[in-house]
């Protein structure tokens, strides 16, 4: 252990920054294995309306448990997790569910990409013409052209989760373990980290350890460990040597009636890595969510250093490009909705790093606080397991090759490709920014007070 830094006990203070998808894991394993005195801030009631993770639907594929020998392994270690607490874990395996997905593409890049989710022992079909498509939902639905789509079908162990219910469940199970949540403006939003022993002469006074956070209404946390866990908004705490890239991705709502809602029920997961994808509509609501793939839209500023940065900013309104995008996209599989209004909008945030791995490591400078960002726009699947990991590394027992896989690492962001599309497909094949768009759409009741008084720049 290093030099001043307490004994992790049962009892320590444990300080979770962020209620979103990552946070509220990590809450939950650390209550399953006994802590005490945990508490989680956020600065939005939960769930959190900038949550990632605060979604109709998210996409989740199980994978097989790896061969220590695949190059893969670190990866593929935390989608075995996954799999097995969708499985079997009661709170979030009534929220899978197993509709099988239809996965596809348009380019040979996208092709190639979706490749890689071609597992073994699952059971698969190749899909090479429209009607090919068409089959893998009941008549009347797919019947647009789907024209020049390549694919495959995988009919197990893939399908979606209802996000927001599993997050909730996740939330209401860690409190009933004694989780204290404090989640509201200006009481939860941290604004700063409180560190030992603050040089002022010394990188802006942020030397020595971290010891705990100020909220925007001045009060002071105090913490034996403190765990960031704060999404797209991570890197405002510190520097973080480029190896986050805050990034949004854009979705719209359709509202369908409950007769339609039913008759699309049960539909495969439609995913085109060059143009979009969609979930069955929301049985509750009777919407369908609908998601336009692009690498992505940084918001770029410029700082008083010279570098530019990507600043999130919340808005339940999209570009009009994208919203564009999405109709393009219903109208290759689902016309009957294409022109259908949008019952809600909004800009998604997450944070990439360089590889997409996920960073889940103590800061070298303080020893006392752990990163658990970095999710790369993949994840919220992990919701049932990705706390688990991140107690690991608090634990001091993370498996080497996956620490290794997940550590800080600002040597690989040393001269950071801030347009680097990750090997994502779409839109205009390249990373957009969020300054040159001037169109937005325009959907009644799109924002809401909270939002407007934090974030818009
Ligand atoms: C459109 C879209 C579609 C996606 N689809 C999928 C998918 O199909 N499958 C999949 O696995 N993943 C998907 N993802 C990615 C996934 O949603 C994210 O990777 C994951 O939810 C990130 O979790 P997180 O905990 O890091 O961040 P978040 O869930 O965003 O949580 C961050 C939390 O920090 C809080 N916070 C921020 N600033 C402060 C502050 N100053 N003080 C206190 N609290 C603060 C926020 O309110 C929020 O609750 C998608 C993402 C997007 C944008």
């Known amino acids: ?23 509220v894991s990590t809450a ?89 989710r071609n597992q073994e022992g699952f059971d698969m079909t190749e899909l090479n013409e429209p009607e090919d498509f068409q089959k893998t939902m009941p008549s009347g639905i797919l019947t647009g052209p789907v024209r020049g789509w390549k694919g495959f079908w995988r009919k197990n162990g893939a399908g979606w989760v209802h996000a927001r219910n599993a997050l909730l469940s996740a939330i209401v199970e860690s409190q009933r373990l004694g989780v204290n949540f404090n989640c509201r403006y200006p009481q939860g939003k941290a604004v700063r980290l409180l560190h030992r022993n603050p040089d002022p002469t010394n990188n802006n006074g942020l030397t020595g350890d971290v010891i705990g956070v100020e909220t925007q209404d001045n009060k002071r946390y105090f913490a034996s460990r403190v765990i960031l ?22 979705l719209a709502h359709i ?11 049960n539909l495969p997961v439609l995913f085109n890595a060059d143009q979009g994808f ?42 009009i490009e994208s919203a564009k995008r999405i109709r393009a996209l219903l109208r290759a599989t689902m016309p009957q909705l294409a022109d259908r209004p949008f019952s809600f909008a909004r800009l998604c945030w997450c944070a990439d ?28 699947a992990h919701i049932p397991s990705i706390g688990g990991f991140i107690a690991d590394r608090l634990e001091g027992r993370m498996e080497a090759k996956v620490a290794a896989a997940v550590r800080w690492r600002p040597e690989q962001a040393l001269n950071r490709n ?12 390249k990373v957009m920014n969020l300054q040159e ?20 720049p």
């Not at 866990?229 to 854009?250: E, H, V």
């Not at 997409?356 to 960002?373: E, G, T, Y």
């Not at 759409?441 to 934090?454: A, F, K, Q, R």
């Open 229 to 250: 866990a704060t999404g797209a908004n991570s890197d405002q705490f510190l520097d973080f040597k480029k190896q986050l890239r805050p990034t949004a991705w854009t």
């Open 1 to 23: 252990m290093m030099p001043g830094v307490s004994e992790l006990s049962h009892s320590s203070s444990i300080l979770i920054i962020g209620a979103g998808t990552w946070g």
């Open 278 to 319: 969609f979930m069955e509509p929301d049985q509750d609501n009777h919407e369908l969510k609908i998601c336009d793939e692009h690498p992505g839209y940084c918001n770029w500023v410029i700082g008083a250093d010279g570098e530019r940065r990507s600043v999130p900013f919340a808005r339940q309104q999209i570009p």
């Open 28 to 116: 939950l394993h650390l209550a399953r294995r006994g802590y005490t005195n945990v508490t989680v801030l956020d600065e939005y009631p939960q769930p959190s309306q900038i949550s990632a993770g605060n979604d109709l639907n998210k996409i989740c594929s199980f994978v097989n448990p790896p061969d220590e020998s695949d190059k893969d392994y670190a990866n593929q270690i935390f989608f075995a997790a996954l799999s097995k607490g969708f499985k079997e874990d009661p709170i979030f395996q009534p929220h899978f569910h197993e509709v099988g997905i239809v996965m596809s593409a348009l380019s040979p890049g996208g092709l190639q990409q979706i490749q890689k």
């Open 353 to 380: 790093t360089v590889d997409r791995n996920f960073l889940i490591d103590f800061h070298p400078d303080h020893p006392s606080l752990l990163l658990a960002v970095g999710a790369s726009g993949r994840g919220f």
């Open 255 to 265: 509202r369908m009636s409950p007769e339609e809602a039913k008759s699309y029920a």
């Open 418 to 429: 801030w347009d680097d599309t990750l090997n994502r497909f779409g839109g205009q094949y």
């Open 437 to 456: 768009i001037t169109e937005w759409t325009n959907i009644p009741n799109g924002y809401t007070e909270s939002l407007l008084n934090t974030k818009n």
